[in-house]
């Protein structure tokens, strides 16, 4: 299959874009958290098709994403207060929220779930691609399974080149990390993965805001889950990865101690002196007090590692403040959970 690659997205793009959506087709687009790969919700044919150019297991469920806040009703069975507010709040943005969902869904979208994933992203591409296909879009980040979301356009090309119909290129992601999941499918919501919406902001709403196991742990891949997405291995260079915890200039002193020859380093800017010239593979992860910063260089940073060939990545990883859980949980992630504290 041709790829087409779109450099400049023009309203006649966005039509062409929207009318694969409609037949069944997949298109890779930006959105202000990572690239979505995108197909028509309620075509379950056409979802299939993601799951197969992503290699992804099956039992993982999609987000479906609209582009105005009263489409949230054609998806879910239920729409709690709670829901209400937190649209008004953090929609349009980088939030998804499990809601029971309509039995309309396609069983390929939630995996077979009662509930569905529903975000509303801020990226005006994304919307403007959503009301031109004129249905909800089912999109996961389009990389590869297992593989660190793709957060310009190339890193798209690299994992799907031939494998979809169209990718549009709108620069590099805002956010950088995949939009926060709240469930408010049980009793308590709950956080099953955090992101640029962030836990305090979500109490700040909710009041009480219960964090799912596997935010912070590994949870083995026979264990039911609320978020099965968690389960995974994920956001995985080739090579393999140790993310070091606590204070800066520990981690990076520990960091510094234990280096072998071919390895790579990811620090905080304030580091690198320390490390330049001690280490062939370096990438900076920004400013140790810059969390968002941090969670736009993640994704890129690990997928540099590819290129150069190092044999292990020993990283810094931030504490759980603001955004900074959402970066420690994808470098945690990264790392199969191999986590070193200082
Ligand atoms: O920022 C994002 O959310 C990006 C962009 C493209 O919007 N999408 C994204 O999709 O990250 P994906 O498929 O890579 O991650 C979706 C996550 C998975 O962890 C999945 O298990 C969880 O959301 N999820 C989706 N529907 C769910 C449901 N009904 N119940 C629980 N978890 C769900
Ligand atoms: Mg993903």
Known sequence: MTTEFVENITEQALRRAGAVIRQGGLVAFPTETVYGLGANALDGAAVRRIFEAKGRPQDNPLICHIASPDAIYSLAREVPEAALRLAREFWPGPLTIVLPCRPEVPSEVTAGLDTVGIRLPSHPQARALISEAGVPIAAPSANTSGRPSPTTAAHVLEDMGGRIDMILDGGACSVGVESTVVSLAGSVPRLLRPGGVTLEMLRSVLGEVEVDRAVREQIGADVRVSAPG?????????????????????????????????????????????????????????????????????????????????????????????????????????????VVEV
């Open 230 to 338: 968690m389960k995974y291995r994920h956001y995985a260079p080739r090579a393999p990865v140790v993310a070091v915890t606590g204070d800066p200039q520990r981690s990076a002193a520990y960091i510094l101690s234990e280096l072998k020859d071919g390895d790579g380093v990811i620090c905080f800017e304030e580091c690198r002196p320390m490390f330049e010239g001690r280490v062939q593979y370096l990438h900076s992860l920004g400013m140790a007090s810059d969390p968002s910063d941090q969670a736009r260089r993640l994704f890129d940073d690990l997928r540099a590692f590819d290129h150069c060939g190092a044999e292990r990545i020993l990283a810094q990883c931030p504490g759980d403040d603001g955004v900074g859980l959402a970066v420690a949980n994808r470098l945690k992630k990264a790392a199969g959970f191999h």
